[in-house]
């Protein structure tokens, strides 16, 4: 915690250890995991997006190719409702015909 004047101000992993739990427990644990998670989806749904404006394409138009409704298509690139088969046909329609999962290690596994 820092001291501005009159106020205090605390930083982000102060706030988050003081409501969530200190890192190591096991709410942390789940708090974080769900975070990491989330930005995942998010970048995956900005691909889309990024992608689909290249392309000059409208939400209704990807949707149309893809065959679902605008609304999926906006939830897919808000982070929402991506799956590996939902990620697969939004992808193949855009023209992306290929993609690995790098998993480290364990090696690598073509997705599509």
């Known amino acids: 915690m820092k001291h501005t ?9 102060e706030v988050t250890n003081e409501l969530i739990g200190q ?9 974080d995991n769900k975070v990491e ?8 749904g900005a691909a889309i997006r990024a992608e689909r ?6 939400q209704d138009e990807l949707g149309e190719k893809v065959g679902v409704q605008k609304a999926q298509i906006s939830r ?6 991506i799956s590996i088969p939902s990620m697969s046909r939004v992808f193949k329609a855009l023209g ?6 790098d998993l480290g290690a364990a090696g690598k ?3 599509w």
């Not at 890192?23 to 708090?31: A, S």
């Not at 998670?37 to 995956?44: D, K, M, N, S, T």
């Not at 897919?76 to 409702?81: A, H, L, P």
């Not at 992306?96 to 999962?101: G, H, Q």
């Open 5 to 13: 004047g009159n106020m205090k101000l605390y930083s982000l992993d």
């Open 109 to 111: 596994v073509a997705l």
């Open 53 to 58: 404006i290249r392309q000059h394409l409208t």
């Open 37 to 44: 998670e989330a930005l995942h989806a998010y970048r995956i």
């Open 96 to 101: 992306i015909n290929t993609a690995t999962l």
């Open 76 to 81: 897919m690139e808000r982070g929402y409702s």
């Open 23 to 31: 890192k190591g427990t096991p709410e942390r644990d789940d708090f």
